[in-house]
T-cell receptor, first 112, second 112 residues
Framework: DGGITQSPKYLFRKEGQNVTLSCEQN?????MYWYRQDPGQGLRLIYY???????QKGDIAEGYSVSREKKESFPLTVTSAQKNPTAFYLC???????????FGQGTRLTVV | QKEVEQDPGPLSVPEGAIVSLNCTYS??????FMWYRQYSRKGPELLMY????GNKEDGRFTAQVDKSSKYISLFIRDSQPSDSATYLC????????????FGAGTRLFVKA
């Protein structure tokens, strides 16, 4: 089955630690995205990538980093510089930058 | 003022009711309009995708866009308990690079 796989589903991190969230897609999509979702707020774009080895900052990129070494993979690292990292993180992909996006099931990150 | 406004609800209706979910927006450049359904602790799934003004129907769901009023709606006929979820509107421009804006979502409860 084609889809987007995010792992892990739940993640706990101690303050001061970096943590990497995985996102893999087998839809052969060129574009991939990372969003953050907080209660009462819309999805906010962290980073996006149109093509391998290229990515762009979204609205809230500070404290996050990404890489796009393979078409199917777009991992997100939440660094210790992110002041409020506890949130629900969603990865998405689309065939092109201006086509509808399909989402993974999310990773809930909690800082303890 | 947010670019996209969506009443967070919650909206509670009896089974079989017609549900109306709405979003307003301020940017007249938005051309593409989407509705996503998100179950608790899951990623959003695309329900409807429309371009410019008009109606689009898919089974029990109808999406309506009124660009003159900057107002979009999602109607759900014969609502079912399985429709209980958060509904997110989203929209983007046709040009000027990638920028999809999401509403905060409306929580819907359909009571059996």
């Amino acid at each position: 089955d084609g889809g987007i796989t995010q792992s892990p589903k739940y993640l706990f991190r101690k303050e001061g630690q970096n943590v990497t969230l995985s996102c893999e897609q087998n839809l052969n999509h060129d574009a991939m995205y990372w969003y953050r979702q907080d209660p009462g707020q819309g999805l906010r774009l962290i980073y996006y990538s149109q093509i391998v080895n290229d990515f762009q900052k979204g609205d809230i990129a500070e404290g996050y980093s990404v890489s796009r070494e393979k078409k199917e993979s777009f991992p997100l690292t939440v660094t210790s510089a992110q002041k409020n990292p506890t949130a629900f993180y969603l990865c998405a992909s689309s065939s092109g930058l201006n086509t509808e996006a399909f989402f993974g099931q999310g990773t809930r990150l909690t800082v303890v | 003022q947010k670019e996209v406004e969506q009443d967070p609800g919650p909206l509670s209706v009896p089974e079989g009711a017609i549900v109306s979910l709405n979003c307003t927006y301020s940017n007249s450049a938005f051309q593409y309009f989407m509705w996503y359904r998100q179950y608790s602790r899951k990623g959003p799934e695309l329900l409807m995708y429309t371009y410019s003004s008009g109606n689009k129907e898919d089974g029990r769901f109808t999406a309506q866009v009124d660009k003159s009023s900057k107002y979009i709606s999602l109607f759900i006929r014969d609502s079912q308990p399985s429709d209980s979820a958060t509904y997110l509107c989203a929209m983007r421009k046709n040009t000027g690079g990638f920028k999809t804006i999401f509403g905060a979502g409306t929580r819907l409860f359909v009571k059996a």
